[in-house]
């Protein structure tokens, strides 16, 4: 392919992009190699295993638990007639709009000591303590907040070739629960592993639920390593052991799709759904009940019924400036990815090449990585750059560290993978011909997107920037490190005012992310009827 001078610039820019969202991440690993204080050989000679076999067992027992309720949830659903089925199949996506973190410090005040669950169980002279403030809850509700990962990819790939997988399956006399081992599921793999390293990922990153529950993992290692001992470097290196693991359930889900390629040819006839009567009926109303029941509905009632509460406690101008905080630091952070989002897909989509395939897929290796570790590398390279100002130029004071900038950065660091699929995506919809034509009529590469192509997506970038703005939004490790002294934004808010035995009042800010993060389920109800 002939490189002209403007095919060029664009390479140009998009490489400078990825160099520098890569950056932090590219310093961890530096600093990590380089780690040796006595803080960092104490946590190796201490706790640091103990973290590892935690978050070990922790990716464990939520994976299991995602997987049941996911693939359960999504094969009953789309294979199956019973009443309400409608109802259940969007209500199943509802535990996203509510983040981990929210669910943890719910459960905690619902099922606590002096919650109106025990005081029940004392009336009822049940003296015996009912803990949960333990690694099984954590489970639990992880599991309740990221199962709707599995469930969404392997019931859009059920949808897509229910009627080629099942009706040869049952023609040939196998019943639906062994077709669903034996044909359905291996068929889907591909599907399911999707879903479950979005969930492991997740579930590496998660530190609200782990430190208020008092499980240690390496997220929480990271915090205490920052925080409590101030040392960059133990930091780092704990870190670059949390980047491992991410790399390893990337490795493991490539691994998973193999060479394997699924040719299907569509299927005319309609897939039957079995009506459910009976004691079938009831296990799958059970079954499909318990993650939306504990997943979605009692919290949402709990945050409700504190919210208004508490509402008049908490409705002054720092619960406006708290909001206003939160709006601030994601609507720009989220302009700048849809911006950083269109130069990157754009330039992969007039330059299809090997590197500008590869350059792109290193732009959103940040989504891989845990907030926490992102938010080290970033406090890293931004201390150094501020140190040599002050040493350098006497510069005084930080230019950088401890900013907005910084936590914005932090979000496009992040998050930029979200916005790049979703361009990307909507690219593909509008085809490449149109773009050949306008520039054969002698439009520039960037006239073209300009005048041609941005008005035909503007719809699709409104959602892609909703998807991030809500993703930023509700992110709280980095925001935690990053954002600047007595800087509250909702996630913050939230957990700060949990964590300070204050679960109640922090409803009405919880409340608040709930419905912001409704917004992206609103675009997808039409898929899921």
Known sequence: MKLTGSKISWLGLTTGVTLVVILPIALILIYAIGANSETLQHLKDTVLLDYVITTVKLLFFVSILSLIFGIGSAFIVTFYEFKFRKIYSIGLILPFVIPSYILGFIYSDVFGYFSYFNIFLMDLGIKSYFNILNFNTVCFVLALALYPYIYLIVRASFLKNANTLLNPALSLGMSREKALFKVVLPLSRVAIAGGLALVLMETISEYGVVSYYGVDTLSTAIFSAWFGMGDSGSAAYISSIAMVFILFILLLEKFSQGKARFSLEASSSPLKKIKLKGIKAFFAYTFLSIPLFFGFVLPFIWILIYSFEYASDRLDMDFFRVILNSFIASSFASFVIIFLAVILAYTYRIV??????????????????????????IIILFGDFDNYLIDNFNFEGLLLSGTLFALVFGYIVRFLAVG???????FEKIGISINKASRNLGQTPLKTLLKVELPLLKNSLLVAYLLVFIDTIKELPLTLILRPFNYETLATKTYELAVNEMVQESAIYALCIVFICLIPITFSLKAYK
């Open 420 to 426: 790049l699929n979703s361009v990307l995506a909507s």
């Open 352 to 377: 299809p090449n090997f590197y500008t395939k590869y350059i792109t897929k290193f732009a959103t290796l940040g989504y891989s990585m845990p907030g926490a570790v992102i938010a080290i590398g």
